[in-house]
């Protein structure tokens, strides 16, 4: 059974940084395209970012462009994003999305909060 947790939101100031972790389970990560998406208070979830099987390609909502980076340890089954210079609209449930066939699996969610 696929399982994907989450781990590494937190409160930080507008400018800073953080790095969040998805540990995959039940999978062999270097077979999938990984993703996170993101849901604020109020809104539909949306799509932040993913990556490709290997790593060498990766595709990344405007709004994070430049900001964030996505990478990968297919050996250690997991994903990370990296997040720099936060801003208070980064504030959302941040989650670790993978598509197998026609199911998507997620994780729990990690909460990111950015204050102004």
């Known amino acids: 059974q696929v399982q994907l947790v989450e781990s590494g939101g937190g409160l930080v100031q507008a400018g800073g940084s953080l790095r969040l972790s998805c540990a995959a389970s039940?999978?062999?990560?270097?077979?999938?395209?990984m993703g996170w998406f993101r849901q604020a208070p109020g809104k539909v979830r949306e799509f932040v970012t993913s990556?490709?099987?290997?790593?060498?390609?990766?595709s990344y909502v405007d709004s994070v462009k430049g900001r964030f980076t996505i990478s990968r340890d297919n050996a250690k089954n997991t994903v990370y994003l990296q997040m720099n210079s936060l801003e208070p609209e980064d504030t959302a449930v941040y989650y670790c999305?993978?598509?197998?066939?026609?199911?998507?699996?997620w994780g729990q969610g990690t909460q990111v909060t950015v204050s102004s």
């Open positions: 999305n993978v598509r197998i066939g026609a199911t998507d699996y």
């Open positions: 039940g999978l062999i990560l270097s077979t999938a395209r």
């Open positions: 990556i490709s099987r290997s790593g060498g390609s990766t």
